[in-house]
Nanobody
């Protein structure tokens, strides 16, 4: 049974930092492209960052480029999102997801497996 569990969310002030983690189990982790998504109240879920199976290539939404860094550790079946210089508009529920398609993308319909999410709240 595939399971993705996010952690590391919390409350932080503007320009602060957080590091999100996602623990994967129940499937061959290194066979999947991984991504981070977020959803704010009243908004659609949007892609934040994606990383290829080997952690070699990454892809970011323009809104987070230069501030967020996605990484993975295939030995630990773990995914990370380092978020720096956080802004008010980064407030959202953050989800990790796994895609069997061997292409970097931020489309929600490309991802088969999803975690339950971890809340990030940025305040002034």
């Amino acid at each position: 049974q595939v399971r993705l569990v996010e952690s590391g969310g919390g409350s932080v002030q503007v320009r602060g930092s957080l590091r999100l983690s996602c623990a994967a189990s129940g499937y061959i982790y290194s066979n999947y492209v991984m991504g981070w998504f977020r959803q704010a109240p009243g908004n659609e879920r949007e892609g934040v960052a994606s990383i290829d199976r080997f952690g070699t290539h990454t892809y970011y939404a323009d809104s987070v480029k230069g501030r967020f860094t996605i990484s993975r550790d295939n030995k630990k079946n773990a995914l990370y999102l380092q978020m720096n210089n956080l802004k008010l508009e980064d407030t959202a529920m953050y989800y990790c997801a796994a895609s069997p398609r061997d292409v970097l993308n931020l489309r929600t319909d490309a991802y088969n497996y999803w975690g339950q999410g971890t809340q990030v709240t940025v305040s002034s």
